[in-house]
């Protein structure tokens, strides 16, 4: 279950003001779930997750509580979080072949047969298992996404995070790789966080609309 | 950290070199009797303003007309091999191929048979201030055209040139009406270096500089040998910084009086120009590049196994490996010595490029910095000549790296600074996500993506290294002799033969290196890891 609770960012103005980006008293998303962020752009939609994601917000001010399974994780750093994340283009690690980026994403705890093994398993359920020692940049748009959500989950994530990750596809794989997307998530049972600028895009769970706030 | 390495980088490798140098300038006279002896002064003095003026301008024409072709990416590749053979081998290798008994007349005389003796008034004379303009030119074009190409990247230039050919104009007048004003400014600082390259290089007109009198470089050089009690060493090197201010503004003029003309230009010229001939100097330019370079070498390595060999024959008549034979065992404890300067300064200057890049990188701050340049925009005889006067001519080891390691550093950081800056932060948070610390994600994503880059910083490094004559020769005082040294002091004393085995030599170094490790495609190489 991730929460995040009476979060407010707001953004340094040259005049020493600041200016409220964004507000979010309230909002959790159980496991399976897939909470969907929309708004225009300029709404905070990236803001909001980069700052889930822990990256460092320069020249913003925020506050506000983060957790995930019970546990308070807005002081951790990046990879201590245990959120995945998706994004919706270049996500392959360019200098590294598919399985090197799978194998990457691995957690330590397993060793090297383990993580051949879960590897191997991972692009036989996406049936890319003859793209082992492709570079991403020789792969479809749609294979992308499919390894890129996979190594997502290799990592074993408790919550994953994605930015628009279908808008780089066109229309008909769209739909099926969403679908897809979704499925994954509900099986692993973990909270999803979607931004997208697109409605047909969004989960079945909470939906935020950011566009509001300013009105 | 980050912050902590950087500031030392640029506190050791430019600020230190600048105060090291400076108390030769003011105190080498001991008092009395530092008087400009202007018959000395006058003929070199005006000889190099007249050639730095006339090299830096056709490197300028001839480089932008060639970048119109080569633009913003293309033969990179054969751009940074051309240009990490060191210069005094080029030179060596280009007197064999264009003096008046060279190949390039026996070729002539061969296919023509017009030159049955060496032609008396040949243009390219050996030793001329016409031959050392022609080496000049030619290893300052690739520089030029590498930055060139690292700005045209960051300009959406082809849009403009394809916009303008909409509106009419011919592709050729758009590139110099519409791109070149703003490529300019972006060319400032590396013609600045070119200006003080050509006024300060010591090594090459040595071997094809004019003898009685020298350019003002060499005269220095020669003073310095003098030691005579009115010190005119450093009387040339105040002519030396005063030449360069005064260049310097020359350049500056130059740059800004552009615009205006190329306003008048737009206003009052026709939009194609009614000559129909072109002149396609960059079409063949990466090709004759390379061709010459290779010719370079062959030149070399069939020199140093000839025999005899008469004027009007292409080939030698004789070939004999007794020069390599007996030569051997005295070059290879030279190319250890150069080697392990070089990879250990390239090695120093690479880490120290990436720590000050690094820094930059983090406080996104992207534009390309002056201070760690700048040891290109001093003349390196300057510079050198304090460090000596200050710390003596026997320091050998540490100094000597240093020293290595200043000149190198400004061209890993030339060269590692468009990729290093622009890379996202986007793949050090994808592989944090992944459950990677910061310093792990640096290590195993950032590092690994920049490898080619670093590769290439690291072998422009090695051949900068390998190259220094000036450096090595006054601060070891002659200690520690390098295949650079060595080539020089041969080659100038005229022996060309055995001069080119040494040169072939010193070629190779630095060839080796590339091959190793820019040889193969790396796999990263098609990718852009900018956003």
């Known amino acids: 279950m991730l929460r995040i609770k009476s979060l407010r960012i707001s953004q340094h103005q040259q005049t020493s003001q600041q200016t409220l980006l964004l507000a979010l008293p309230q909002l959790t998303i159980n496991g399976g779930e897939i909470a969907t962020l929309i708004g225009p752009s300029g709404s905070g939609k990236t803001t909001l997750l980069r700052w889930v994601l822990g990256e460092p917000l320069v020249g913003f001010e925020q506050q506000g509580e983060l957790w995930l399974n019970d546990q308070r994780i807005d002081h951790y750093p990046i990879h201590q979080r245990k959120i995945g994340l998706l994004y919706q283009k270049g996500d392959l690690f360019p200098h590294l072949s598919v399985k090197e980026n799978l194998l990457f994403a691995l957690p330590r705890k397993y060793n090297k047969q383990q993580k051949q093994q879960r590897s191997e398993q991972a692009l036989a359920t996406i049936e890319l298992t003859s793209k082992r020692n492709a570079m991403p940049h020789q792969l479809s748009g749609g294979e992308q996404s499919r390894i890129a959500l996979i190594r997502s989950l290799l990592a074993e994530p408790e919550a994953l995070l994605l930015d628009e990750p279908f808008s780089a596809l066109d229309t008909g794989l769209r739909a099926s790789i969403r679908q897809w997307t979704f499925a994954q998530i509900k099986q692993r049972n973990i909270p999803a966080l979607l931004v997208t600028h697109d409605e047909f895009d969004h989960g079945d769970g909470p939906i935020i609309n950011l566009g509001n706030q300013h009105a | ?531």
């Not at chain 2, 303003?49 to 001839?62: A, K, Y």
């Not at chain 2, 081998?89 to 064999?96: D, K, N, P, S």
């Not at chain 2, 000597?400 to 550093?409: D, G, T, Y």
């Not at chain 2, 990729?419 to 690994?448: E, H, K, M, T």
């Open chain 2, 1 to 531: 950290m980050v912050r902590a390495l950087s500031v030392a980088v640029l506190l050791i490798l430019v600020v230190m070199p600048l105060l090291a140098a400076l108390p030769a300038l003011f105190f080498a006279g001991q008092g009395a009797g530092i008087r400009a002896n202007w018959s000395l002064w006058l003929v070199p003095v005006s000889q190099t303003v007249l050639l730095t003026i006339s090299v830096t301008l056709l490197v300028l024409l001839s480089g932008l007309a060639i970048a119109r072709h080569i633009g913003d990416s293309r033969g990179f590749a054969v751009i940074s091999v051309l240009l990490s053979t060191p210069h005094v081998a080029f030179a060596v290798g280009i007197m064999l191929l264009l003096s008046p008994s060279g190949y390039l007349t026996r070729l002539v005389h061969t296919l023509l048979h017009t030159l049955p003796t060496p032609p008396a008034g040949w243009p390219l004379p050996e030793k001329s201030v016409l031959t050392l303009a022609i080496v000049l030119l030619l290893k300052e074009i690739p520089f030029l055209l590498l930055i060139a190409s690292t700005q045209l990247r960051q300009l959406p230039y082809q849009q403009w040139l394809l916009q303008a050919q909409s509106l009419g104009w011919s592709a050729r007048r758009a590139w110099w009406l519409l791109v070149v004003p703003a490529l300019l400014p972006r060319l400032k600082l590396a013609l600045a270096a070119i200006v003080i390259y050509t006024l300060s290089v010591v090594d090459i007109p040595l071997l094809l500089g004019p003898n009685m009198p020298g350019v003002l470089a060499t005269v220095v050089y020669q003073q310095h040998y003098k030691w005579s009690a009115d010190n005119q060493a450093v009387i040339g090197v105040w002519w030396l910084l005063l030449l360069s201010a005064v260049l310097f503004l020359l350049l500056q003029g130059l740059l800004s009086g552009y615009p205006p003309l190329v306003r008048l230009a737009r206003n009052h010229w026709q939009k194609t120009s009614r000559w129909r001939w072109h002149l396609s100097a960059g079409m063949g330019f990466l090709q004759v590049g390379a061709g010459l370079s290779l010719l370079v070498l062959a030149a070399l390595l069939m020199e140093s196994f000839a025999g005899a060999r008469f004027y009007p024959a292409l080939w030698p008549q004789q070939w004999q490996a007794s020069r390599w034979l007996t030569e051997w065992p005295y070059i290879w404890p030279l190319l250890l010595t150069s080697g392990w300067l070089a990879l250990i300064s390239a090695a120093l200057a690479t880490a120290a490029a990436i720590a000050v890049l690094e820094h930059q990188r983090r406080t996104k701050n992207r534009s390309m910095h002056w201070l760690p340049l700048l040891m290109l925009f001093i003349p390196q005889l300057v510079l050198v000549l304090g460090w000596q006067k200050l710390a003596g001519a026997g320091s050998s080891g540490p100094m000597l790296i240093w020293s290595h390691v200043v000149f190198c550093f400004p061209y890993t950081y030339l060269v590692l600074h468009g990729a290093w800056v622009n890379v996202s932060d986007r793949w050090l948070y994808q592989a944090q996500s992944l459950g990677y610390s910061y310093r792990q994600a640096w290590w195993q994503v950032l590092l690994p993506m920049l490898k080619h880059a670093v590769f290439s910083a690291f072998a422009v490094a090695f051949s900068v290294s390998i190259a220094q004559y000036l450096p090595t020769l006054w601060l070891a005082g002659g200690t520690l002799p390098t295949i650079t040294t060595e080539a020089v002091s041969i080659a100038s004393g005229g022996d060309w033969r055995l001069a080119s085995l040494y040169a072939l030599m010193q070629a190779l170094l630095p060839l080796v290196m590339f091959t190793l490790l820019l040889g193969r495609k790396t796999k990263q190489q098609a990718i852009d890891v900018a956003h």
